[in-house]
């Protein structure tokens, strides 16, 4: 329990919050890294997702390409896109992590859109609404609880990758504890933990959030049905 | 600083080079000249892979029995192994390798069973569920005691779901030891931090990050072979 008081130590040490590069900075850093890579992933895998259910095709495409970024190590796309024409800096970060936001937002809207009752569509097809009436104000809201749940697993995901942006560099709470890695064990090991705590509760708080707010925009009528989360994440980064 | 500032001080110093022949982004000269070191990459990131899902498997199928025989125990066995799921694997790393130290792989064996761990134990809970009911009737109507319809009929039952389990955590597995790397013990990750670090070396990121795809292919697809082997039943119906 040692180590655990000593990370507690440093955790209570003003210093380590306000510094340049300490806690607060980096906190920033990590929120906004995921706030764009999340946005990005959404701006890319939601119309996909929901043209793909909509048209009710490429159902094995999608579960493919999912399956692909489950085996491209994070680490790989971290390292290969700042040497690409994105260049250095934070471009290359959001856009790596992007790619894993991609799938559970894209395959989560494919099933939502997959799941409206057949019956719902014919009658609001017999009601006269043309294609693009029926997806907007027919298969789109009846989508939203898991187009919700995407948006929570990618966001979790995504924020939980950052941490390792510390590997080329950029940024966010990974640095800490790499940081901590450098001063060496012996020297490092509080901050080292108290980095590992602080992520950990990060992370913990993003889902809460998320979940508070997949709760939030489910009508009451679904909830009990939708207690499973439609598409499991893969493991965090 | 003031000499290396001189100059067309533009240019950063640590500047990847052009994409021209100093720095190509595959070259067969680097795998031939470091086949000695891809190799033992290679061969500790497959053995960490298999040692680590071989324990989860060991730990997971007994966890999950355990949840399917009391009910109870379903809610909070999933619900803690979607907690463990939010933790970044960096985070947790951090958590243990002071703990367990560095110069072993032994801190980075344990991140990785237990994120495999979570996802073979929701897949064979999912696959022992879906044993029809009259099934389960018929087996204990034959005379099977609680042990015997486990092994005989409801395991074999679930097979699928423990290979699709398999599947998933052995590919996961595959890219997550990637993050050992940060304390020296990533296998074929160390290969693309190092290659990351020594001025970007393009040839040895792009190797290692190839070598990995390639080996998590491999394993996914020989699983596949031995779920298809293990469940000859399930093909002949497709037929």
Same mark, same amino acid.
């Given at each position: 329990?040692?180590?655990?008081?000593?990370?507690?130590? %440093?955790?209570?040490?003003?210093?380590?919050?306000?510094?340049?590069?300490?806690?607060?900075?980096?906190?920033?850093?990590?929120?906004?890294?995921? =706030? %764009?890579?999340?946005?990005?992933?959404?701006?890319?895998?939601?119309?996909?997702?929901?043209?793909?259910?909509?048209?009710?095709?490429?159902?094995?495409?999608?579960?493919?390409?999912?399956?692909?970024?489950?085996?491209?190590?994070?680490?790989?796309?971290?390292?290969?896109?700042?040497?690409?024409?994105?260049? =250095?800096?934070?471009?290359?970060?959001?856009?790596?992590?992007?790619? =894993?936001?991609?799938?559970?937002?894209?395959?989560?809207?494919?099933?939502?859109?997959?799941?409206?009752?057949?019956?719902?569509?014919?009658?609001?097809?017999?009601?006269?609404?043309?294609?693009?009436?029926?997806?907007?104000?027919?298969?789109?809201?009846?989508?939203?609880?898991?187009?919700?749940?995407?948006?929570?697993?990618?966001?979790?995901?995504?924020?939980?990758?950052?941490?390792?942006?510390?590997?080329?560099?950029?940024?966010?709470?990974?640095?800490?504890?790499?940081?901590? =890695?450098?001063?060496?064990?012996?020297?490092?090991?509080?901050?080292?933990?108290?980095?590992?705590?602080?992520?950990?509760?990060?992370?913990?708080?993003?889902?809460?959030?998320?979940?508070?707010?997949?709760?939030?925009?489910?009508?009451?009528?679904?909830?009990?049905?939708?207690?499973?989360?439609?598409?499991?994440?893969?493991?965090?980064? | 600083?003031?000499?290396?500032? *001189?100059?067309?001080?533009?240019?950063?110093?640590? @500047?990847? @080079?052009?994409?021209?022949?100093?720095?190509?982004?595959?070259? *067969?000269?680097?795998?031939?000249?470091?086949?000695?070191?891809?190799?033992?990459?290679?061969?500790?990131?497959?053995?960490?892979?298999?040692?680590?899902?071989?324990?989860?498997?060991?730990?997971?199928?007994?966890? @999950?029995?355990?949840?399917?025989?009391?009910?109870?125990?379903?809610?909070?066995?999933? $619900?803690?192994?979607?907690?463990?799921?939010?933790?970044?694997?960096? $985070?947790?790393?951090?958590?243990?390798?002071?703990?367990?130290?560095?110069?072993?792989?032994?801190?980075?064996?344990?991140?990785?069973?237990?994120?495999?761990?979570?996802?073979?134990?929701?897949?064979?809970?999912?696959?022992?569920?879906?044993?029809?009911?009259?099934?389960?009737?018929?087996?204990?109507?034959?005379?099977?005691?609680?042990?015997?319809?486990?092994?005989?009929?409801?395991?074999?039952?679930?097979?699928?779901?423990?290979?699709?389990?398999?599947?998933?955590?052995?590919?996961?597995?595959? $890219?997550?030891?990637?993050?050992?790397?940060?304390?020296?013990?990533?296998?074929?990750?160390?290969?693309?931090?190092?290659?990351?670090?020594?001025?970007?070396?393009?040839?040895?990121?792009?190797?290692?990050?190839?070598?990995?795809?390639?080996?998590?292919?491999?394993?996914?697809?020989?699983?596949?072979?031995?779920?298809?082997?293990?469940?000859? *039943?399930?093909?002949?119906?497709?037929?």
């Amino acid at each position: 329990m040692n180590y655990l008081s000593e990370a507690v130590v %440093w955790l209570n040490d003003p210093l380590n919050w306000t510094n340049p590069g300490g806690l607060l900075d980096r906190l920033g850093e990590h929120l906004q890294i995921s =706030f %764009w890579a999340v946005l990005l992933g959404c701006l890319i895998g939601w119309p996909v997702g929901i043209w793909l259910g909509h048209r009710g095709r490429g159902g094995s495409a999608v579960i493919t390409f999912a399956n692909l970024t489950l085996a491209l190590p994070t680490l790989a796309l971290l390292t290969i896109l700042p040497l690409t024409p994105l260049g =250095f800096g934070k471009p290359p970060v959001v856009a790596a992590l992007a790619v =894993f936001a991609v799938p559970p937002l894209l395959s989560n809207a494919y099933t939502g859109l997959r799941s409206v009752d057949p019956e719902v569509r014919d009658a609001a097809k017999g009601m006269g609404l043309s294609g693009s009436q029926v997806l907007f104000r027919v298969e789109l809201p009846l989508a939203v609880p898991y187009l919700a749940a995407g948006l929570r697993t990618a966001a979790v995901q995504v924020v939980a990758t950052t941490t390792l942006a510390t590997f080329v560099n950029g940024g966010g709470l990974g640095e800490i504890i790499s940081a901590g =890695f450098g001063l060496g064990i012996s020297v490092g090991g509080n901050q080292i933990v108290a980095g590992g705590i602080f992520v950990v509760l990060l992370a913990l708080v993003v889902e809460g959030l998320l979940a508070l707010v997949q709760r939030l925009v489910t009508p009451r009528a679904l909830r009990a049905a939708k207690r499973r989360r439609p598409t499991a994440a893969a493991p965090a980064g | 600083m003031s000499f290396l500032s *001189w100059g067309p001080a533009a240019v950063p110093l640590a @500047a990847p @080079a052009d994409d021209g022949p100093g720095n190509p982004w595959f070259s *067969w000269q680097y795998v031939r000249d470091n086949a000695e070191t891809l190799r033992g990459a290679l061969e500790f990131h497959a053995g960490l892979t298999a040692r680590a899902v071989v324990l989860a498997l060991v730990v997971a199928l007994p966890l @999950a029995v355990l949840a399917y025989w009391i009910k109870p125990l379903t809610g909070p066995i999933l $619900a803690l192994s979607g907690v463990l799921y939010t933790i970044p694997s960096l $985070a947790l790393l951090a958590l243990l390798a002071p703990a367990v130290g560095t110069t072993t792989d032994t801190s980075v064996l344990i991140a990785l069973v237990l994120y495999a761990l979570l996802v073979l134990v929701r897949n064979a809970l999912t696959g022992l569920t879906q044993v029809p009911d009259e099934v389960r009737d018929a087996a204990t109507g034959m005379g099977y005691g609680r042990f015997g319809r486990l092994l005989r009929v409801e395991l074999p039952l679930a097979l699928p779901g423990i290979i699709t389990g398999l599947r998933l955590a052995t590919v996961s597995t595959v $890219a997550l030891v990637t993050v050992g790397s940060l304390i020296g013990q990533g296998g074929l990750g160390d290969l693309i931090l190092g290659g990351f670090r020594n001025n970007f070396y393009k040839a040895e990121i792009v190797t290692g990050s190839v070598l990995c795809l390639v080996l998590a292919l491999v394993l996914d697809l020989l699983l596949a072979g031995l779920g298809r082997l293990l469940t000859p *039943w399930a093909r002949r119906r497709a037929a």
